[in-house]
């Protein structure tokens, strides 16, 4: 007696993967026709058990397609986040710390957070009128700000509740990874250089000191124990080249120097054992590339045209433009190419402001208070 098709095509599915039954009839239907399409016309000499592994391996084939795309919807489901009463602007800088689910942001004059499982709102630095917060860095332990009407770097044990304050003519590009902040510094005396602190020491380090005298384009990017720091110069010749320097946080060894030839690199982004860029040149359209640490070869993801990009590993976050401005849309990287997830297809509206945690989670932006994850992982 032939084994029941169906019963073994619930053996084949994923337990997580649920189809309907009119599903697995249209998928079995298309295996049989497919199967009898092939099979040999004297059929007396065919055994059932063979038939059964000529259907079962043809309907492997056609359900592939939907297992697939079950996968990327049950995993790659993105999670509604409303955090009222915050205006866009500040929202679309919010920074989400993935262990203790928080959304920490600033109006420029204060900064606050916002837990997503307990909707509870907390002040964590109290608003002054005469403030100018624009640029914080922040994980579960440590908080760091720079007030530019103060010219005050600020950094806060956000378990312990101490807190330094130091003076300086300019600070920006903050970032803080582990135990560790990295900034940018500007002295009085014109040297620009890249700091590191160690937090629970106090001690400080320089990183890097900047020698381009073109500018940068784009900030620092860390990725655990790595920083990458770009520059922009120009040779004897007149021709602008952006140059990487890559450092070892802890040891400040520096672990590569690599140029590429390319007036201008935005958005750099060090992941995978990658830098990646979007790379310009203000004559021709910008790519979107990447050099590779292994071989310190540059390459060039084959991607649409795009507005603004966000890359973690395997998957990369693009504002594509369409009838009304651009959203986002996800992607997974394969090879040099990427394939199109519909982790977005069914939310309505403008998804702008694309950025990954050091985790993996993707976090965009909509009107109306509104903030999608995305766990990677």
């Not at 016309?41 to 065919?46: A, E, H, N, Q, Y």
């Not at 694309?354 to 995305?374: A, H, I, Q, S």
Request: hydrophobic share 40%; no cysteine.
């Amino acid at each position: 007696m032939m084994p029941n098709i169906k019963d073994k095509l619930d053996v084949m599915i994923p337990e997580h993967v649920i189809f309907s039954e009119h599903e697995k009839e249209r998928i079995i239907k298309s295996a049989k026709e497919r199967a009898n399409s092939k099979r040999i016309l004297s059929k007396r000499f065919i055994m059932p058990s063979f038939v059964t592994v000529v259907l079962l391996l043809v309907i492997g084939f056609f359900i592939t397609p939907f297992i697939q795309q079950a996968f990327f919807t049950s995993h790659l489901e993105p999670e509604k986040v409303l955090i009222p009463g915050v205006e866009i602007a500040y929202l679309n800088n919010a920074i989400y710390i993935d262990s203790t689910n928080e959304f920490i942001y600033t109006d420029h004059q204060g900064i606050y957070s916002f837990n997503k499982q307990t909707e509870l709102r907390q002040t964590l630095v109290q608003p002054k009128e005469n403030a100018e917060i624009f640029d914080i860095a922040v994980n579960e332990k440590w908080l760091a700000w720079y007030d530019g009407t103060s010219h005050s770097l600020n950094i806060l044990n956000r378990i312990s509740n101490g807190k330094t304050a130091t003076t300086l003519p300019y600070v920006g590009d903050l970032s803080v990874t582990n135990d560790t902040l990295i900034f940018l510094f500007s002295e009085n005396q014109g040297i620009t250089s890249y700091e590191k602190i160690n937090l629970n020491t106090m001690e400080e380090t320089t990183l890097h000191v900047l020698s381009g005298s073109e500018g940068a384009g784009s900030r620092a990017s860390v990725d655990n124990d790595k920083i990458v720091i770009p520059e922009a110069f120009q040779n004897q010749y007149g021709e602008y080249y952006v140059t990487y320097f890559v450092y070892d946080i802890y040891s400040n060894e520096r672990l590569a120097k690599i140029s590429v030839p390319y007036e201008q690199t935005i958005n750099v982004t060090l992941t995978n054992n990658r830098i990646y860029a979007q790379l310009v040149n203000f004559d021709e359209p910008s790519v979107l590339g990447y050099v590779d640490l292994s071989d310190k070869q540059l390459y060039q993801l084959d991607v649409p045209s795009f507005w603004d990009y966000a890359i973690y590993e395997n998957y990369v976050a693009l504002s594509l433009p369409n009838d009304e401005s651009n959203s986002v849309k996800l992607f997974e990287i394969i090879g040099d190419e990427v394939m199109p997830l519909p982790t977005f297809d069914g939310i309505q509206g403008q998804l702008v402001v694309p950025r990954f945690t050091e985790e993996g989670t993707l976090v965009v932006n909509r009107k109306g208070f509104t903030v999608y994850l995305v766990e990677t992982k």
